[in-house]
């Protein structure tokens, strides 16, 4: 299959188990039911769940395996967008193409909301990867915690939020997105990981190597299209972050070295996966889809 295909069955299959797993919008109370499916099953790439349903197919597992573990990390990656473009974080109008979800109900509903969907996310995996030891369920909710919190992503939004205006070096930069956005990346890959039944330290180590590097790429490439992607497409302001004073990585490589560092760390992440063959293919293809997509 070409990865836009691959693409398309992921996200269908994590769109429908999220359908599955979200309360119904029309039931009370509504108006955070509503808020929840708004902030959820509107556009979106789905970039995190994908990588869990490709690292579990390279290691064997079937696909309905892996459905708790992508609706899990895609319910805390809504929680933390409704949190991050609140007025007392990024204060952003625009999320997806579309208003923000303080924009579309109002603030109180949108904090309520991710609150619900971090717990529902923890839920999920509680009671929906029944094919695996409760042992493993255990690492896969520790592995959960860890990537949201303070030592996370929780803690990357703190960084982010006290470094406007500052002049960080690169490797504070590169600290802070490897909480805020790198830690739940390498959680996806993680789960996936987590949901197969394979035992192995090397490959463990392998796919956490490729997580990171795409996790951070990831990033890079985010601070590129800040600064040349069209609105309409990324589905944001651009320049919103050069609006804002906040450190970036064009700001302090230059654009075309920190188009260098992501392509530097797409390779990186291709070589961590050569002992897994060509089952790693799409894991490969995702690599480079990150550095070279335009949204």
Known sequence: MSLTATLEQYQSQVDRALDARLPAADSDPVGLHSAMCYAVLGPGKRVRPVLVYATGQALGTALEDLDACAVAVELIHAYSLIH??????????????????????????????????????????????????????????????????????????????????????????????MHKTGALIRASVRLGYLASDIDDREIADRLDQYARCVGLAFQVHDDILDVEGDTAVIGKPQGSDIDRNKPTYPNILGMAQAKQTAQDLCDEALSSLEPLGIAADTLRQLAAYIVNRDR
């Open 84 to 177: 991050d473009d609140l007025p007392a974080m990024d204060d952003d109008d625009l999320r997806r193409g579309r208003p923000t979800c303080h924009k579309q109900f109002d603030e109180a509903t949108a904090i309520l909301a991710g609150d619900a969907l971090q717990a529902l996310a923890f839920g999920v995996i509680a009671t929906g990867a029944a094919h695996v030891t409760a042992d493993r369920r255990v690492d896969m909710l520790r592995e959960l915690a860890q990537a949201s919190g303070s030592e996370g992503m929780a803690g990357g939004q703190a960084m982010d939020l006290a470094a406007v205006g500052r002049a960080l070096s690169l490797a504070e930069l590169e600290k802070m997105h």
